[in-house]
T-cell receptor, first 117, second 114 residues
Framework: NAGVMQNPRHLVRRRGQEARLRCSPM?????VYWYRQLPEEGLKFMVY????????ESGMPKERFSAEFPKEGPSILRIQQVVRGDSAAYFC???????????????FGPGTRLTVL | AQSVAQPEDQVNVAEGNPLTVKCTYS??????LFWYVQYPNRGLQFLLK??????LVKGSYGFEAEFNKSQTSFHLKKPSALVSDSALYFC????????????FGKGTRLSVIA
């Protein structure tokens, strides 16, 4: 069973360009989370999605950032018109729902390191 | 609001000695507590979790953590440190059993010296 997959692992963009980050959850997981890690800091929650639905986007910047998790294919985190402050590591995690309604721990992908020049 | 504090940015320990990485939390309701480890340029690896039951939780690679409700702490421990344990350790909390996002501490960098 492959783990959470993210690509690309490294992404370089110039200011004003668009960045697209992809995440394929573990097999059988239908819950996806995106986190951002700035240098020397912990992870900050951005958005939580289930298939075709955004459940919680309270951590997402209001402008330029969007996320989707379509019925088919990976989850996409999209950053439009990138700025230098967007440079960070972006991690995706997935989890499954257990019998009885509780949720399992989150499993993380290797991350995408975005550098904005 | 939920929060996690890891009071030490850096912990240094000699190989073979016991190690402790501290974590305190604040949450409304029952806490679900987690420890993750991050190696350089890698994602986070799950170490262990506390949901309910025995306050001493055993996890991967010989790590364990003790849940202390009165002190709202969940310190990570290992009886004998290895050089390969050197990494960045994150404590995280989630309120209850719902699928709410994790709230992470800032991380503690552990260095095990041979």
């Amino acid at each position: 069973n492959a783990g959470v997959m993210q690509n690309p692992r490294h992404l370089v963009r110039r200011r004003g360009q668009e960045a697209r980050l992809r995440c394929s959850p573990m097999k059988g997981h239908s819950h996806v989370y995106w986190y951002r890690q700035l240098p020397e800091e912990g992870l900050k929650f951005m958005v939580y999605l289930q298939k075709e639905n955004i459940i919680d986007e309270s951590g997402m910047p209001k402008e330029r950032f969007s996320a989707e998790f379509p019925k088919e294919g990976p989850s996409i985190l999209r950053i439009q018109q990138v700025v230098r402050g967007d440079s960070a590591a972006y991690f995706c995690a997935s989890s499954s729902r257990l019998a009885g309604g509780t949720y399992n721990e989150q499993f993380f992908g290797p991350g995408t390191r975005l550098t904005v020049l | 609001a939920q929060s996690v504090a890891q009071p030490e940015d850096q912990v240094n320990v000699a190989e073979g000695n016991p190690l402790t990485v501290k974590c305190t939390y604040s949450v409304s309701g029952n806490p679900y507590l987690f420890w993750y480890v991050q190696y350089p340029n890698r994602g986070l690896q799950f170490l262990l979790k506390y949901i309910t039951g025995d306050n001493l939780v055993k996890g991967s690679y010989g790590f364990e953590a003790e849940f202390n409700k009165s002190q709202t702490s969940f310190h990570l421990k290992k009886p004998s440190a290895l050089v390969s344990d050197s990494a960045l350790y994150f404590c995280a909390v989630r309120a209850g059993s719902g699928n709410t996002p994790l709230v992470f501490g800032k991380g503690t960098r552990l260095s095990v010296i041979a």
